[in-house]
Each structure stands twice: as C-alpha cells, then as structure tokens.
C-alpha cells in the first residue's frame, strides 16, 4: 500500500465505519440473487441448506393453508448453486495457472 492511501486511510475514521457498517449488512443482511437469495455469512458458513429447508417449509405451509394463492401450484425456494461467479472465467482461464 503506498504512503497516499495509508495517510488518507488514518484520516477517514468516518470512511472505515461506514466501510465496516457497508460490509457487515452485505455479508449478513442482503440476499444475493446470484446464490439462491441466501446471505455471503450462511454460504460461507454452511447454513444454507437448512435455511433452504426452513424456506421450504414455509412455502409449504402457506400452500397448505391457501392453495388457492398459488395459481401454479406450490413453490420451491430457490436452488442453492454450486458456483457463483462475480466474473465468471471463460474455459481458457480456468485451466491456466493463477498469476500474481
């Protein structure tokens, strides 16, 4: 890290609160689409299957008491992938060897 970035991250208490207050809600409070609409925490930490099954439950007991809201039958919550990508690499990259 070069000396610019390390004086303006001593000077920006405010930025680092911020930054961690950004953080912590887009680990453990937002759902991300692109995996099942679980949180990074419950996929990192192995708790998104039971979340699944907890989901699932749910919907079936809401299909249970009012069938008649689900015009196409009961629902199931969403698969939980078994990748996720930001960028997701093309073939070529994933078989090279990681450069630094």
């Given at each position: 890290?070069?000396?610019?970035?390390?004086?303006?991250?001593?000077?920006?208490?405010?930025?680092?609160?911020?930054?961690?207050?950004?953080?912590?809600?887009?680990?453990?409070?937002?759902?991300?689409?692109?995996?099942?609409?679980?949180?990074?925490?419950?996929?990192?930490?192995?708790?998104?299957?039971?979340?699944?099954?907890?989901?699932?439950?749910?919907?079936?007991?809401?299909?249970?008491?009012?069938?008649?809201?689900?015009?196409?039958?009961?629902l199931e919550p969403p698969r939980i992938p078994t990748h996720a990508w930001?960028?997701?690499?093309?073939?070529?990259?994933?078989?090279?060897?990681?450069?630094?």
């Amino acid at each position: 890290m070069d000396q610019w970035l390390r004086s303006r991250r001593r000077r920006s208490p405010h930025a680092r609160e911020w930054g961690a207050q950004f953080f912590d809600c887009y680990h453990h409070d937002h759902r991300h689409s692109g995996i099942g609409y679980h949180t990074p925490h419950d996929m990192h930490h192995g708790l998104a299957e039971v979340v699944r099954e907890v989901r699932a439950d749910t919907l079936a007991d809401a299909y249970r008491d009012h069938p008649e809201r689900f015009v196409h039958g009961p629902l199931e919550p969403p698969r939980i992938p078994t990748h996720a990508w930001i960028n997701k690499p093309t073939e070529h990259q994933e078989h090279a060897p990681a450069q630094r």
